[in-house]
């Protein structure tokens, strides 16, 4: 690392026709070849926030190093131009070679080039426990829930909401958790004021209460990894849905929550997936696990629907390879 | 009609211990016997918005006009002592007698005997129509929502929402449609303002109008009748869906609205009830298609779990005879 | 209770033409005819160990009681002569009356009147904590059985294996998992013998720990009840599945049984009704969770047949009234 | 174009030994070798009525064209002697170039090259007319049968049945619906002679007019493309069952006819997918739309095995690509 | 018997205010009331091809023999006039008693008061053996159709088709047979000349042979009672499609008719069901497989739609109480 | 063949470090990359017990002919070292050609390279035999259990137990039936020990002739072909299940086994498979039918697992790729 060093910036944060050195990870590679037959292979780089995709072609320096040594999943150091061109953004490749130990002195960290969420991961945890502080009533139940969020905080900072559904990326736990709570908020104030003579009142402690847990067990089910997230050992035999529901009851334990309070939150991470074959053991049974259930979901959909979207820039249709497993409509504008 | 006639009153409008002249009908009998073996018919009188159940006693005077004579689901002129008795509300009947086609003249009509919404039907007519005008902007997709509310305005002030499952009375359509349409504003605006970056961006528009039109076909799929309501042929044959679906054509030929504005608002009504299985041939393949989804099945499944406690009185399950075919919790309070 | 009180005996030592005093429950009433259309009740009374099914005559002196005052599922204080008769046994009844608090000093006890296993419920739990004994190597493996067994042996000595399916009687827990573990060391020991080159090898602790425990979670999902079985509100709204893991894993930490062992435990609990639709969040994954499932079902499926069987006393096949919902073959015999 | 230029013929017109020149479409290339490790490529030309497969060998001068230039679907002029060998037919190719704007006036036209029906579309159409002409007796009916195959001839006369599954070729939908047509005669025909007491009575009429239209919204659910048909929007999000039907409405409205008879018409092209799975929003609820679903399903599932068992050449049985997916038994003939 | 005996009549040859003394079943008997709460019997008496449905009041002197002496599915002997009323057809009872051995003398016959075929099973046999003796080339398949239909000739010419869905009558097996046959041949004829480069050909002869026989095996799968046909032991355990293939196999080893011919037949047999949930074994993978199953289906499912608008007289919509388990259209006639 | 020919010895019994010269097939090749990014091939050679995955280096002298030449599925004559090194076992080729005819003259049979069970065919069939010998009670029974061992023995010792799920492999049947028959034994024993009051009494005899002979039918539904086995015409279009009751029928008829125990008997192979989706057409209605499901299932879905976790022999959990459709677990060794 000698003093000419160039500061090493963002790839996000790259202008057009702006030359800088940073850390990128190669996503995709696959070869291609034009209409006239013409060879070549189509790269995708990422940092957390941008993703560049163009053509490696046959008679590039890069050429050789792209077919027989740049490895998909791996992170490389990087000085090249970002350019917006008539065929999307490209990278002019001036250097590149895989990150090194030494890197990390320089600010290298993998999870850089990992995909994350537009929103920032301490802000969302902070609103998260701030509608815990005030929205909930119940004591032993707000403080349960606070405790959750305080002690697993390193991991749900990072923490995606599933492998590979929705809300795939860095951050994805807690921009899914925050926007179904804000649903959840919604629903359960007005289900109480339209129907007082539900006996017994519906819930709105445990609406909310339920939506933030409902998926806390992926903590211990997934594991970051650099090529995504994986599953544990124990997520794959037992499930978040268990694994959560376990965490839930040390901590009701340990803050005294208990009783019918108690076993309708178990009940609500418990058949928050619904159906049995969507990984739920038991079907909502009280009118709180179903608003969860909807408020969850709904949040799930509309993520699921908006990826596929981004994923397949054009045609008034998506492919079917998403997790709907049916095409998606773009159309052609309103 | 001699001048002595007493004054009709509503059975709902009964005070404990006050008698009165009134219209109901005969919901339910069943034949029934005490601990001690003692046998009596239980019945249950209603209007549109009280039901009393007490017995009739086989020495009781109505006894064997109650086993032989009085036929469920027709209306009754009676004189009786409305009473809070500790086993709930009672009915000391002195007099009796099928309706006749004079009544009429003493306001009888036998709407008056069916269960009704809580809601006032017209109130929500207006709620619904200054959705409309307040909410959607554009001008031939605002035209035709209420020109179809207009048009049908008569129909959908009596409609259920449903046979069966879910606001399955009188004004039921109105009661589930505004309650969808006000969750159908929340996310609209929640997951516009949330995701900016959707191309095409989400239109509210659509899922305002989709939600507000999603059962319109109803109107012409069922027709009340004096025990609830029954399937057209049409409504057997076709399906509201498809019925629905007509309707909007014919109002957007009529206001010229057209293009994809129209064909995604025809496919949030043929996808709104998402799966094959369900009833609907296309699955919802626009974000706001699968938005108006969720916020009608909420809807219809907090109803459904609402009647199902309220339907039955005691314990703290309920039984599995209700939509969801399983057992619903209603616990012992928390 | 004069001196001259006859000695109460049981239904079920009545030997034919012998008169007794003794407490049986009335568990079956049905309206019949004769072929010449006369009139009757078909009546059955039962202690644990015999039914006794016979007419009651609309001339009877009991016809009257039959009719409006005997419960089905009430326990009943009887004098009568027992016959063995050409259309099976019968009572003679000569007096009849509802048993009162008082004949709890006579030895009353409504679980006299329940079903119950054929085998001693002591000798069966005595048999199961042999085997945890003797066969588990792994010390705190059996610590952790040994100690569920003890802990909840009051309640297990009386459970019923399931509500309805089978072995759905007093002691029928027991019996039920005395004999899948039978199972369970076969097929430990055979297939451990027979592919010995398996990586990890089967572990035959597991696999008897594992049935041993699989229904363990019954103990709270079940609770006794005069008809029967009936499931607690933590039995329907979580489930024994869970709720043995739970009990599982508290036991495991005070025994300090841990780590990939008891991770492999808790799966086998999880995943012992194989599929989703039939209640398991997951499907076994490993050989041993394979192996609990079958050995499990195929002893809950032998009772099944068994049970259907017995219910049915004649015809080539029973009904399609039992829980495989298909006919049973018994034919006239080999 | 000079005047020495070579009349074009057709690809299918060749005799074994001529050589001509044609347009035809490359539709598929595949990379094979030899047992002896010899590399080639399997290239398939085809025009409307011959698909011929051959070897380009590694040291054949079109060796490189074909692995870099030759696109999938482009049609192109070529002059090429057409000989049948041991091997199969093979094209000697003596020249091969893209088609150009210009060749239009040669007459090339990129249908000449899609795969199409061995019976005239014309007469195929003039058949479908005389039934409808003939047979039906009800006068509007008859008016809108005919006018809607009228108004929609030059569509009709090329569209494919379906994209893929039978009669996935030009003139396709009228082969398929003459042929269900006459089955629905003959069905009508019998079962109207066999049961005279059916009531109301079989209507001949509905039977055949429904199998002429039950596919009719095929003309806006499809697209014709080169390499093959694609769904248009209305197609993949409304579906040619609802589209059908509003060609049909429109036309009734036209034409007056009303009522039940429209009603019943509707229905039939509703539920002629039978299952909701398979389609259809509504299943066959009369005598017509039964008959309607079997004539169409009988002639669609023919040519699907038909299919199968023309592509894959040789063998026993056929693999399972196929849209029955499963293997079709060919035998060794018998 | 005395000489004074009026002659026996058939109670379906009675003219309007014709007395006779005839054979009949009770087939049905429901209590109900009129609308001003009267009560009564309503009772059905039939023998094969009339049905007669009348009240019996309370007052009547045949009220309390009906009460408790008729029983379901036995035959009497009765002396009554035939009226066709305002309400359908009546019989006025003059004497009535259960058949007795000795009238046998008298010509009566159980089958006399069962329902059977509207067609005559002698003519429908002899039309089937025509069929077989003109249309089958194949002169060991021909063979093989004969005999079978000769050795089985006393069984067929009374067997049912079904127990219950379709043809659940005496000489159902054969009307179901001669006219899936027919269809049979109009489809093998049609599909053989339409497509004449199918390879291997379509074996016309297969198609007719395969229907003729498919549900052979029912002559051991169903035997014939008093209240309809009952399931063999082997039924049950084995089903008619592996039995029938065993017919089939018997003569083929008889008549030498073997190889690929066979085989094709068998796999007829075999896959006439389609799909798996609906009884076969194997789906049918060869064009006359798939041929005979729909023939047959199309001509099951025709009756069943004919028997379920046949058996509910009025309304609109039949009831979902018949096979296809919806509702079946009536309408109010076109 | 000269007199320098070394001896041939089998792969399977080289030692670490010996030469020979063997047969042995090529059962995988894929392209495979270092991380460096320098490619090879990756080829498996296998003999009846061993395995051997090596690479073949770009540089190798034998790069070529595996590109080019070495066909999968081919067995060769290899002269070669084997060695096991840090990666596995692998080996050092120095001569290798395809095997010819003359082979045979050195005792090469393809069946020499055809994986094989570990077990000893011949012993595994003595081992049959001796139970059938030894077990079965019933005379007609035992003779033709017996008959058919010894008549299909060539074939049977040969005979993998599936063409892909379970113990795919030379002897495999063996291996399977003999274990099954083993878990039948057990269970036979067992449930006729624990439950003597089932009428009519579990049937030892039929549970363990049922489970010698439920695959029977593998015979002639399977043939052994050099990749493994393929269906034959009669096993895909009728299936063992239904060619194995025609053995055991034809036996019966030769040996005089009749009445009820063939029925439950056949009725055992017929309902094997339990469910309609598994390929039965009748569920298992006798408890003996019921037992040898369960003894099948269980070893074959032991040997599933035991398969899968053989194959992929790194990671905790093997990949989807098995007949299960999920992960199996291996973990890091209790």
Chains 1, 2, 3, 4, 5, 6 share one sequence.
């Not at 599953?231 to 009783?259: N, S, V, W």
């Not at 609500?268 to 009118?287: F, Y």
């Not at 709180?288 to 908006?306: G, Q």
Request: with cysteine.
């Amino acid at each position: 690392m000698s003093v000419k060093t160039k500061t090493i910036v963002l790839l996000s944060d790259l202008e057009d026709g702006q030359e800088g050195d940073f850390f990128a990870a190669l996503s995709a590679r696959t070869s291609s070849q034009t209409r006239e037959g013409k060879k070549y292979w189509r790269v995708t780089f990422r940092d957390a926030q941008r993703e560049v995709s163009f053509p490696i072609w046959n008679d590039s320096p890069w050429s050789k190093a792209c077919e027989s040594e740049w490895q998909i999943g791996e992170c490389y150091k990087m000085r090249a131009t970002y350019r917006r061109t008539q065929f999307g953004p490209q990278l002019e490749i001036r250097k590149i070679r895989a990150t090194v130990e030494a890197d990390t002195a320089d600010g290298f960290d993998p999870l850089l080039c990992l995909a994350k969420s537009r929103f920032n991961p301490a802000q969302l945890m902070a609103q998260l426990r701030s509608i815990a502080t005030e929205e909930l009533m119940h004591p032993e139940l707000k403080e349960v829930v606070l405790h959750l969020l305080e002690t697993h905080e390193p991991a749900l900072l990072k923490l995606p909401a599933a492998r590979r559904n929705h809300h795939a990326f860095v951050g994805g736990w807690l921009e899914h958790v925050v926007s179904a709570t804000r649903n959840a908020i919604f629903m359960a104030d007005k289900y109480l004021a339209d129907y007082p003579e539900l006996r017994p009142p519906l819930s709105r402690d445990l609406v909310i209460a339920g939506t933030i847990l409902h998926d806390i067990g992926k903590v211990h089910e997934l594991q970051l990894s650099l090529d995504g997230a994986d599953y544990t050992a124990a997520g794959e035999l037992i499930g978040h849905i268990l694994l959560g529901r376990d965490m839930l009851r040390d901590a009701a334990r340990e803050f005294d929550l208990e009783g019918e309070m108690l076993l309708r939150l178990e009940h609500i991470i418990v058949s928050h997936q619904r159906l049995a074959e969507w990984g739920s053991p038991k079907p909502p049974m009280t009118p709180e696990a179903m608003l969860v259930h909807y408020c969850d979901d709904i949040d799930a959909k509309f993520h699921t629907f908006l990826t596929a979207l981004e994923e397949s820039a054009e045609g008034e249709f998506t492919s079917t390879r998403n997790p709907m497993q049916y095409r998606i409509f773009r159309g052609s504008g309103l």
